[in-house]
């Protein structure tokens, strides 16, 4: 974990870790000259945003215009937004067209300020100024310089955080926070007040903030055709219900890794940032593992007040995520079926499952045997009766403890650590986001199945009052609005 650097050593360590992942971590495009470096002042920029942009003509104007919007734009502090313009080798000629009408409104209206920013070798890079605010325009979206069929938005993403960084190191940016967005995001007027100038410690921890996820709604794009908005804003309306859902559940069942994953929402601390070693080059979900690493350098604080706001808008840039899940609901909608998700129970039965680590990692005076009977009793009284298929439930039960190795690792965790407290998080960090979601789909398959989404927030604990004799029955709107003031 990221504790309070309370030292010269402790500022020394931390700057080597950057400097490492800078030299051997970093895409080329952060390997900047020391001439190109030394023109610019120190403390130039104040506040640092990123944004992939691939095919985003329509969108990317008003995302820029949010952010020269923002309180300390007016307030006359400095911001940089690095925009990565950016085409995929096995897509390049789908967004073609609007990659160049991209470079064409870039060019046309904004004032140019330095060019040939890139390092030997790499795409070309130019700074502009637009509106109150600098844009950094690293240009991945024609030959020889597209993306490789086999990346993505990670890739893109880490481009542009892989920069900030550098800047950041250099002393060129005074804000430590690393802020991500996208070109369909419209961030509020408070967007860079929100981020301390150092991370906070959390309640009464050491740890330290590694992340902050800003808040959301999805709203409608005025642009859209009224007859394809009304058949695609029930879908987003469906998928962001489904993402709250989600959400809740993992916080119900008291895990770690409860907040949306959703890469335009991000602001990561730089030095959690070189410690995880980047974004991960996917082609999509690059979010989910990345927030799976950061989790584990600090705590992720879900932020309250304004939302940054998503348009609507149906997406294929990604093989899955939010534009292809909104697309998926709405072809269900339009064949008349429904769309599932999670029944509520599995939320339930993690729950246990965390409960039942904790009294296991806590209760150091007991034997093994005595622990492992009382973590595979707790769990085996959460088993329904009948499940999606005809098992043993014992047997069932075994098998998964396991597969998932889960004493292995209670043991392991006792084994390295000094207290009860540490052994929670050795543990905790072992099961993480990706271990919660696989046991979440071993649950749905063979034991609960799933429900139709309205149906499965009815029948949720953790929405509805426990024992509560007639439950609200919210329609889906809502059900919405209830969840947006309630759930990150």
């Known amino acids: 974990m990221i504790k309070q650097a309370s030292s010269t050593v402790d500022e020394v360590k931390n700057q080597r870790t950057i400097d490492k992942y800078l030299q051997?971590?970093?895409?080329?495009e952060s390997k900047w000259r020391a001439a190109d470096l030394e023109q610019f002042p120190s403390a130039k920029w104040d506040y640092v945003v990123t944004i992939p942009a691939c095919g985003e003509y329509e969108?990317?104007?008003?995302?820029?215009?949010?952010?020269?919007?923002?309180?300390?734009?007016?307030?006359?502090?400095?911001?940089?937004?690095?925009?990565v313009l950016n085409g995929n080798q096995a897509r390049e000629v789908e967004f073609k067209a609007s990659n160049q009408k991209m470079r064409d409104w870039l060019a046309k209206h904004t004032i140019p300020i330095v060019s040939g920013l890139n390092p030997d070798?790499?795409?070309?890079?130019?700074?502009?100024?637009?509106?109150?605010?600098?844009?950094?325009?690293?240009?991945?979206?024609?030959?020889?310089?597209?993306?490789?069929?086999?990346?993505?938005?990670?890739?893109?993403?880490?481009?542009?955080a892989d920069?900030?960084?550098?800047?950041?190191?250099?002393?060129?940016?005074?804000?430590?926070?690393?802020?991500?967005?996208?070109?369909?995001?419209?961030?509020?007027s408070d967007y860079f007040l929100r981020t301390p100038e150092q991370p906070t410690a959390s309640g009464s921890k050491s740890i330290v903030t590694s992340c902050f996820i800003y808040p959301y709604k999805h709203i409608p794009d005025t642009d859209m055709q009224k007859k394809q908005h009304k058949i695609y804003w029930p879908a987003v309306r469906d998928y962001e219900l489904w993402l709250r859902y989600y959400v809740a559940g993992l916080q119900w069942a008291g895990s770690s890794y409860a907040y949306p994953s959703i890469g335009s929402l991000l602001a990561c601390h730089s030095l959690a940032y070189a410690r995880t070693r980047g974004f991960p080059k996917k082609m999509a979900g690059e979010d989910f593992y990345f927030q799976n690493k950061l989790a584990k350098m600090g705590s992720m604080v879900n932020l309250?007040?304004?939302?940054?706001?998503?348009?609507?808008?149906?997406?294929?840039?990604?093989?899955?995520?939010?534009?292809?899940?909104?697309?998926?609901?709405?072809?269900?909608?339009?064949?008349?079926?429904?769309?599932?998700?999670?029944?509520?129970?599995?939320?339930?039965?993690?729950?246990?499952?965390?409960a039942a680590a904790g009294d296991w990692l806590l209760a150091p005076e007991k034997t093994t045997d005595e622990k492992e009977a009382v973590f595979y009793s707790a769990l085996e009284k959460l088993l329904p009766a009948r499940g999606q298929k005809e098992i043993d439930?014992?047997?069932?039960?075994?098998?998964?403890?396991?597969?998932?190795?889960?004493?292995?690792?209670?043991?392991?965790?006792?084994?390295?650590?000094?207290?009860?407290?540490?052994?929670?998080?050795?543990?905790?960090?072992?099961?993480?986001?990706?271990?919660?979601?696989?046991?979440?789909?071993?649950?749905?398959?063979?034991?609960?199945?799933?429900?139709p989404l309205v149906e499965a927030l009815?029948?949720?604990?953790?929405?509805?009052?426990?024992?509560?004799?007639?439950?609200?029955l919210y329609g889906t709107d809502e059900w919405l609005e209830r969840l947006r003031a309630t759930v990150a």
Not at 60 to 80: D, E, F, M, T, W
Not at 127 to 150: K, T
Not at 396 to 404: A, D, G
Not at 418 to 434: H, I, M, N
């Open 24 to 28: 051997k971590y970093a895409e080329p």
């Open 121 to 160: 070798g790499t795409s070309p890079q130019s700074l502009v100024s637009w509106q109150g605010i600098e844009i950094l325009i690293v240009d991945r979206s024609q030959d020889p310089w597209l993306i490789p069929s086999d990346q993505g938005v990670g890739m893109v993403r880490k481009i542009g």
């Open 304 to 354: 309250k007040g304004e939302p940054i706001r998503l348009l609507t808008r149906p997406s294929s840039r990604v093989p899955f995520g939010t534009g292809q899940g909104t697309i998926k609901i709405s072809q269900l909608n339009q064949a008349g079926d429904q769309y599932e998700v999670y029944h509520p129970m599995v939320f339930d039965f993690l729950k246990g499952f965390l």
């Open 163 to 188: 920069i900030a960084l550098l800047l950041i190191s250099a002393g060129k940016i005074t804000s430590p926070w690393i802020h991500n967005t996208d070109a369909d995001a419209r961030v509020p």
């Open 393 to 451: 439930r014992s047997e069932w039960l075994q098998n998964l403890l396991i597969e998932l190795q889960v004493f292995k690792n209670l043991h392991a965790a006792e084994k390295r650590s000094r207290s009860s407290e540490g052994a929670l998080q050795q543990f905790d960090d072992w099961f993480d986001s990706f271990r919660t979601l696989k046991l979440i789909h071993r649950l749905r398959d063979d034991l609960y199945g799933s429900l």
């Open 458 to 472: 009815q029948a949720s604990n953790f929405l509805q009052k426990p024992g509560q004799e007639k439950r609200h």
């Open 59 to 83: 969108y990317l104007p008003g995302a820029l215009h949010s952010i020269a919007n923002c309180q300390v734009v007016s307030n006359k502090s400095r911001v940089l937004c690095i925009v």
